[in-house]
């Protein structure tokens, strides 16, 4: 894992592209605008990261392909916490998202307490799916602190421990291929 600071920059850019556009153009599942300005966080620092273009909304749904690196196609999944990621902790999928062309996900957390986009881990497409956790839509769903939550929609679940680590950008870069 590696951490990287948003910058106020890179904040309101975030917050800019989510205040023009609707970014959840799936029709279910979509997140609303805090969900939505989450992931624009998640995809514009590392877009940063990596030089490649920022996020823009007015080129519409990306059909789940947020970058290409390599020449595999990459989706960065950004959730939100006000902590620091820990070894057992977990990252969510929402399942409608799951025949999505990619090849690669990327997960990310962007710490609000300190705004530190932390760049979790990566795996394959079908590596997610054999490791992941698969909940229904509307099951209930406790987290490490005791507090729980339902699912908005089918969820899927990997722990941080099966996800591949990276140290930097240019390791996780050179181990997608």
Known sequence: ?????VTQE???YAISMVCK????????GDG???EQLT???????????IGAKR????????????FFINGKKVDIKTMTRKVPVKDYYVHNFVGYQRNYDVDYYIFASYNTSNRVLTIC????KEDFFKKAIYFPKGSLRTRSDGTSFRT???LYEIKQSDLLIANDIDSLIKSIR
């Open 121 to 124: 881990g990566y795996i394959e």
């Open 10 to 12: 890179q904040l309101n």
């Open 39 to 49: 992931g624009i966080i998640g995809q514009t620092v590392f877009a940063d990261l």
């Open 32 to 34: 609303g605008k805090k």
């Open 21 to 28: 556009y609707n970014f959840g153009q799936r029709g279910y």
């Open 1 to 5: 894992m590696f951490d990287v600071k």
């Open 55 to 66: 996020p823009k909304g007015s080129t519409g749904f990306d059909g789940g392909t947020d």
């Open 152 to 154: 908005f929609a089918p």
